[in-house]
């Protein structure tokens, strides 16, 4: 075999173009068939196609954007949308967030099957906060895959990235690695994460901000919009162990509306804002309650950690900085409103900021915690031996000697190519021939990822 061709086999960077026939291809994004996922259902109606899951006997939660008025809509759970076992259901009510809600922005929406198929319900999460960065969600949907259109349910696991607020989507739970995410036909499935022992549905996957597997998925979080489900629930489901508002006895484990739920007693031994008759400012609805007002609110993210926006702080602000990127909640300071202990004031924001560590420069160790890597590098765990590497996201960024390693951060990483015969070989790492980058530019612009065809006329 030449060097060349041998190259072409093990870099990162290069890779067949064309699989060949009868070879395994898994599913954009690394994911693969979840036949067992029959709580998640295929949406489809005249002008596109779309996934849900099932919260209730019959209630599809999905994304709103997958709901058109006056548009028929049917679902089923079948493995695939082109045959298999699993009935078809049609739709005899609908409500998106906008509908049920005068305010703000939620890409959320709720369906009512016309009979209950015969799958258990996914449970749900009303609590928050979003899930940390760093921890890991199942994303199932029907969405297209590198075998082919939308119309095959997948699943993949992925890194949590952090959260932000879309301005027409609501609060979103960022996710994805490279090579894996959501894409076309996804939108309105289920992102479950482990919390209770098991999994529940902790966001409705929504839009991507780059092309397809680039790693950028965006799903609405749950929580900050509780009450939008649980109304629709107590309107068209009979009582369930979940939360509802309404109280079923014998549940294991305990209707969380049996002791916390409305039944007109504020009671000290609920969790912390989760009794429904308590005071309106404590109650977890996605807002942090002054402090005076509320104590323990438990929408309330402590200072110096990450916050969606300036409604989950009790200063009210939530700022980021040169070395952290990701927002945290934090206070305005002055002469005479001194910072916390790890903070210090930013004169020119009038706001405190996390302490600012030491830069570490390019090859310099970051084991410790008390440096930061300056900006354009990335600390890299290379065989234990943790040191600030550049960013790059295709070879073509990195020097002789060095190729980019994709984790969770692409970094120029010192790496010889070792041929067959054990030798080190220290030539160029990308020749010609080898593609060295395994994804192309992406998009500049939000795109939805529910699939959407012409409406027939």
Known sequence: MSRAALLCLVLAGCQAST???????????GGAPAPG??????????????SA????????????????????????????????????????????WAQAIDAGAADLALLLLDRPPPVAPRPWTWWGPAPAIGSKVRHVGYGRSEVGPPGERRAVVTDVTGATEARA??????????????CFGDSGGPALAEADGGERVVAVHSFITTECGAGVSNSVL????RRFIEHWLAANEPPQCARDGRCVEGCAPEDPDCRCGLDGVCRADCPPGDDLDCAGACSVDGVC?????????????????FCLGPTQCAG??????????????SQACDAQRPCPETMTCDAARSVCQLRQLPLAAEGDSCASALVKCATGLACTDVGGDKRCYRTCTSQAQCLAGTRCQFQRVGTCVPAPVRLDAGTAWEGPVAPTGCSSAPLAAAFVAALLVGTRRRRRR
């Open 289 to 305: 309650s002054p402090r005076a007002d509320c104590p323990a609110d438990a929408d309330c993210v402590p200072d110096g950690e």
């Open 316 to 329: 009210r602000v939530c700022v980021n900085d040169a070395q952290n990127p990701s927002r945290y909640c």
């Open 19 to 29: 699989p060949t026939p009868g070879a395994r291809v898994d599913a954009i994004f």
């Open 222 to 225: 749950l929580y900050p919009y």
């Open 37 to 50: 996922d029959d709580a998640v259902f295929f949406v489809d109606d005249d002008a596109g196609t779309c």
């Open 169 to 182: 989507y609501g609060m979103v739970l960022l996710t994805g690695n490279l090579g894996q995410g959501l």
């Open 53 to 96: 899951t099932l919260i209730a006997p019959r209630t599809l939660l999905l994304a709103a954007h997958c709901v058109q008025d006056g548009v028929p809509m049917v679902a089923h759970n079948r493995p695939r949308s082109d045959g298999g076992d699993g009935g078809v259901y049609a739709i005899v009510k609908r409500q998106t």
